[in-house]
């Protein structure tokens, strides 16, 4: 009877320091498991994975790892919430319509909800719309820690293209009136060369007249001077004789002058009148004592 109840004994003492002894090494694997994510945490974040870095924060902040641990890990889970950026897509149609059936993919794994916050680790990532019937749209986001409440519109489909309104018609122009043949010109009216040869002329023509005007003066001077010194006409004196010889030189240039500027006046005003216009040009005469100077502009 002792010696059943002896082994009895034995047998509850080795069950119980078993179980001890596998408790214990559980606990060390726990431990062991805590520890190694929590380096593992540390390392991630050194290299940007924040996704992964949660992942291995949330393993060591369990309440079966030990406290130092546990309490370092909750607090950087904090941390890494408030840092992990997140980026909201607003998708309509090229008339501004929300859009439900939008497939979005990013750096090429599907998203389940569009209308969803994307959590992402930072950086450059690809995200591609997809919608039945209209092209993909494909857009690059570079996305910043702490950045929680950024929002992107995204159009899907372009605009319908119209053609663009008419300008107004203009008022109408008309030719301006043009003048009646032989009708006077303006001064905004060009001659053309025949009518400035005409006009050249018709200026030396008047220099003409003035000259037949100034010899036929001395003509009737001359006569004039001849006559009082020698009425008789013979045997006058070698002066009145000198002036009655003058007298009929002037009259022969008088008469020559005024034939010939008269013909080129005429000539001239016909050549002016009768050619087309552009630009009036002007002739004009100076004269001063012992000389004269005709003057014109011809363009």
């Known amino acids: 009877m002792n010696s059943n ?7 509850a003492l080795t069950v119980a320091a078993s179980i001890l002894v596998g408790d214990a090494r559980a606990q060390t694997a726990t431990e062991a498991a805590c520890y190694a994510a929590n380096e593992q945490a540390v390392a991630l974040r050194k290299v940007g994975r924040l996704i992964d870095e949660g992942k291995a924060l949330a393993t060591c902040a369990a309440q079966s790892c030990p406290d130092v641990v546990k309490a ?3 607090q950087r889970l904090e941390e890494l919430n408030r840092a992990l950026p997140r980026i909201v897509f607003d998708v309509k149609d090229a008339s ?12 090429g794994a599907v998203q389940v909800n569009v209308n969803a916050a ?3 680790d930072p950086g450059d990532h690809e995200f591609r719309f997809e919608v039945t019937g209209q ?3 494909v857009r690059h986001f570079v996305l910043r820690e702490s950045e929680q409440d950024r929002r992107e519109p995204i159009v899907i489909g372009g605009a319908v293209a119209t053609a663009p309104p008419l300008p107004p018609p203009g008022p109408a122009t008309t030719a301006p009136p043009q003048p009646p043949p032989g009708s006077a010109t303006t001064p905004s009216e060009a001659a053309s060369p025949m009518g400035t040869i005409g006009l050249v002329a018709g200026g030396v023509g008047v220099v003409g007249l003035i000259v037949g005007s100034i010899f036929g003066g001395l003509t009737i001077s001359s006569s004039g001077s001849a006559n009082n010194a020698c009425p008789s006409h013979t045997g006058c004196s070698a002066q009145a004789t000198n002036d009655r010889n003058n007298a009929l030189t002037y009259g022969t240039v008088s008469t020559v002058a005024f034939i010939a500027g008269g013909g080129l006046v ?4 016909t050549l002016y009148f009768t050619a087309p216009k552009s630009r009036a040009p002007s002739v004009g005469v100076q004269m001063a004592p012992g000389r004269m100077a005709m003057t014109g502009r011809f363009w």
Do not use: E, F, N
Not at 96 to 107: A, H, S
Not at 266 to 269: A, E, S
């Open 5 to 11: 109840r002896r082994c009895s004994a034995t047998i």
């Open 96 to 107: 501004g319509k929300d859009i439900p059936d939008v497939q979005l993919t990013v750096d």
């Open 266 to 269: 005429g000539g001239g005003l």
């Open 72 to 74: 370092s890990c909750q």
């Open 135 to 137: 092209d993909p749209v």
């Open 118 to 120: 994307v959590t992402l």
